[in-house]
């Protein structure tokens, strides 16, 4: 977008050797416009084209003739050549630009909208498990989760007019955002006075959560969708610019050879500048190129997948302590079934959101993934700290399943809110998200720094791409005018 | 523990396998007998076989659903196997206000309201004092399952005695007395249950008595929300996607209680009578909870309606329903 003077410097030259080929031929000029503008348009003008072919082929029939020709093709090639890097190289390093400064971070920012909805969910089903004197903690939490997700949902409401689905993910949780803190609220205001309404409103208010965070999962993907556009925008080979660049420097080759064949002169300086300053070209696309796309494969392969894996293991733990406190707060008020037997809705929904992000032994999973994606120590570590807590909130769990189902509630709260040494399930899960979030922090800072990486290596090649190939081609039609001179 | 209570009940039972045989056999016969009757022929056969007498038998007949079996204290294979486990399991609700309710404010997090005293004199009956109990809310369509699937000893939730629902549970002598009624916004034109619900949206508890009476009846109104519990019906009132609620009156009263701008509508429009349920062969359980209950409307009934319902509007001079026995 920056260059378009350069690419636009293109055309003046192959202008430039054009225009010495054709003027000193046969002096027919007025002949082409004297029978365009007579009555008989039609064949008038077949015959200007003729004319013009003509002119060609009595060109080619002398040396001067086919040296203006062969300048005219080279200067044409490496203008082209150059011009064609420019471009290519200007749209991929654009796209990596786009990586590294807009998709990504408005995937990072849908992540984020997607995580504080479902923990401001889960804070609020703390909160109420609490009693009607919410904890100052969990509500502080809740407010600061609705406050990022509303902040984060105007700026992807910004940048996602161009995309209809993202468009419609965000005007309905705009929608919806302001009905669920309605409801919560007033699920508050029932319990502060000891009303069952309030615990009626908090599985509403619950329910509404659930089409937002469906939502919030579709914008999510949306985003990572762009996301990988955007990489496969910066990432393929530039083979137009290649194969025009070797036809570039096939032609200088075959010319000087030719030459050195009519004149036994080995060296012509303005051609061997030419393909000097193509080779340089084509050399440092090739090298840029790969270490561009070196870069950003492994921003991709070690910061963006890791950093999905991780996200989606935090909001499956999120959503799976929101439905572990919501158990205690129906006690069984839903059922859902299963296999033909009704079990509570929301352990169902406890087990399947466990088994997704630890699997049956708390590391495989989502978290097993990210342990194998995670590409050094200080990204194994976290994430071996979080399968590790994983196990024991599971263990937890049961504990206060157990105390539950054998009908005592007082236990089964403590294990599940509880003081630190009662051992209570609330305990591992912050040390499960602060782990993740240590996780999620090092494989940004990973992506960033190999993205970083990959578009710098483009840095340059499109404005010296295009200087090198004007001044190549002027060179090359200064030593071909060179030749030229000989026959005056 | 399921087999094991099987194979308890089974020798409790003797005559299961007799009355098998005669399942089977007046099935065949119900089979050959002019159809129309055949429904009401296999219940009054079974009753008839002299195997499962009182519930079972009335089920066919039903045409005094309140009777349940005489009051005993005597143990039988469910009691022996409730005192076995220590505790008795209870389906209860937690979202009807001063019927089965959890108070947020108040440390611990007991259930409190009419139905759990009753559930917690059960359990003293049972167990002696200091009974364990553990309460598992259970939603108004999981009544029946949760009996049928044992999950439950018993179903002590606002339970409206019926005879659809004897055909699959049995229930103790009647221990409150109520009806449905329409529960609306003071301003609400609706003035009951007629035509002024003609075009109104009506919610009501899925499974529940006021579905059925408005299946039956809906004056024109859109009855198409059914929600878990009736007080989510509150909550759709209170956000205006309703008009008009349907419940028991004693639970609409514990909704108006929760809410100042809502009103009960015109008169209750059924007669119903709250039960215990069990399960159907539970024979002794039944006979004991009855003893139970009979103890309980001289002294307890009363402290327990005093504390929990009259402030809630109730009739303040109530008296437990009279029990009726049918054997």
Same mark, same amino acid.
């Given at each position: 977008m920056t260059y378009p003077p350069n690419g636009g410097a293109a055309p003046p030259g192959p202008a430039l050797p054009t225009m010495p080929a054709i003027?000193?031929?046969?002096?027919?000029?007025p002949a082409p416009a004297g029978p365009s503008g007579s009555p008989p348009a039609v064949p008038a003008r077949r015959t200007a084209w003729a004319e013009g072919v003509d002119r060609l082929r009595t060109a080619a029939t002398t040396e001067p003739g086919r040296l203006r020709i062969i300048g005219a093709v080279l200067a044409l090639l490496v203008v082209a050549f150059g011009a064609v890097t420019t471009w290519e190289m200007s749209e991929r390093s654009a796209a990596a630009d786009d990586v590294l400064h807009r998709s990504q971070p408005l995937s990072r920012d849908a992540a984020d909208i997607y995580r504080s909805l479902a923990d401001a969910n889960t804070a609020a089903s703390s909160g109420f498990l609490a009693g009607g004197q919410e904890p100052a903690g969990v509500v502080e939490r809740y407010e600061r989760d609705i406050r990022t997700a509303s902040e984060k949902l105007a700026t992807a409401a910004t940048n996602s007019g161009s995309d209809p689905a993202s468009a419609a993910a965000v005007a309905k949780l705009n929608k919806l955002l302001p009905e669920y803190t309605g409801l919560i609220e007033r699920a508050r205001a029932n319990n502060r006075q000891g009303l069952p309404l309030g615990g009626a409103y908090l599985r509403y208010a619950n329910d509404k959560m659930q089409t937002m965070l469906d939502a919030a999962e579709q914008l999510y993907k949306e985003e990572n969708e762009r996301l990988r556009a955007d990489y496969d925008d910066a990432t393929p080979y530039p083979w137009a610019a290649i194969g025009i660049g070797v036809l570039a420097l096939a032609a200088l080759v075959w010319a000087q050879r030719r030459n050195y064949h009519r004149?036994?002169?080995?060296?012509n300086h303005g051609l061997v500048a030419a393909t000097a300053a193509s080779a340089v070209v084509l050399l440092w696309l090739l090298v840029g190129h790969t270490m561009a796309r070196a870069g950003l494969d492994d921003s991709y392969d070690h910061g963006v997948r890791s950093l999905n894996v991780l996200n989606d293991a935090r909001i499956a733990s999120l959503k799976a302590r929101g439905n572990e406190n919501l158990t205690l707060v129906s006690r069984g008020a839903e059922t859902r079934e299963v296999g033909g037997v009704p079990k509570d809705k929301f352990d169902v929904e406890y087990q399947s959101q466990m088994e997704q992000l630890g699997g049956a032994e708390g590391g495989t999973g989502l978290l097993g993934t990210a342990a194998s994606l995670a590409d050094d120590a200080a990204g194994r570590q976290p994430v071996a700290e979080a399968i590790k807590n994983v196990k024991d909130w599971k263990n937890r769990h049961q504990a206060a399943r157990a105390a539950d189902d054998s009908g005592d509630y007082e236990t089964a709260l403590e294990k599940v809110i509880g003081t630190k040494d009662q051992e209570p399930t609330d305990e591992s899960f912050d040390q499960v998200d602060d782990a993740l979030k240590t996780a999620l922090d090092h494989e940004q800072t990973e992506f960033e720094a190999a993205a970083e990486h990959g578009r710098n290596a483009m840095t340059g090649l499109p404005v010296g791409a295009a200087v090198l190939a004007v001044l190549g081609a002027a060179a090359a039609v200064l030593g071909i005018g060179r030749r030229l001179s000989e026959y005056r | 523990m399921l087999a094991r209570r099987l194979r308890s009940s089974l020798r409790g039972w003797g005559g299961v396998a007799a009355m098998a045989v005669a399942c089977a056999l007046t099935a065949v016969i119900a089979l050959l007998? /002019? %159809? !129309?009757q055949a429904g009401v022929d296999v219940s009054t056969a079974l009753g008839g076989q002299g195997v499962a007498e009182g519930a079972q038998a009335k089920a066919g007949t039903c045409k005094n659903p309140e009777a349940s079996l005489r009051p005993s204290t005597e143990d039988g294979p469910t009691v022996e196997e409730i005192k076995k486990r220590g505790r008795l399991i209870v389906g209860v609700d937690q979202n009807s206000y001063r019927w089965g309710y959890r108070d947020p404010n108040k440390a611990g997090s007991d259930l409190e309201g009419f139905d759990i005293d009753l559930v917690h004199a059960i359990a003293e009956e049972i167990l002696g004092p200091d009974a364990k109990v553990q309460f598992l809310a259970i939603p108004t369509n999981q009544r029946i399952p949760a009996i049928k699937n044992d999950k439950v000893d018993m179903v002590v939730r606002t339970m409206t005695i019926t005879c659809t629902r004897l055909e699959e549970v049995a229930f103790s002598t009647a221990y409150f007395k109520t009806g449905q009624q329409v529960l609306a916004p003071q301003d609400s034109d609706i003035t009951g249950?007629?035509?002024? %619900?003609? !075009?109104k949206k009506v919610c009501s508890a899925a499974s529940s008595t006021a579905e059925e009476e408005l299946e039956k009846n809906s004056f024109g109104a859109d009855i198409s929300t059914r929600v878990p519990n009736q007080l989510d019906c509150l909550v759709r009132l209170q956000l205006g996607e309703v008009d008009a609620v349907v419940t028991d009156s004693a639970l609409a009263a514990s909704q108006a209680a929760q809410d100042p701008t809502v009103e009960l509508k015109g008169g209750t429009f059924t007669e119903e009578y709250y039960g215990v349920a069990m399960k159907k062969d539970a024979e002794d359980l039944v006979r004991r909870v009855n003893q139970v209950l009979v103890d309980y409307r001289k002294s307890g009934w009363q402290t327990s309606y005093e504390k929990?319902?009259? /402030?809630? !509007? %109730?009739?303040?001079k109530a008296q437990p329903p009279t029990p009726e026995y049918s054997d």
């Open positions: 003027p000193p031929q046969p002096g027919a000029s004149t036994n002169r080995v060296f | 007998l /002019p %159809l !129309g249950y007629n035509n002024t %619900l003609k !075009g929990w319902l009259a /402030p809630t !509007g %109730l009739d303040d």
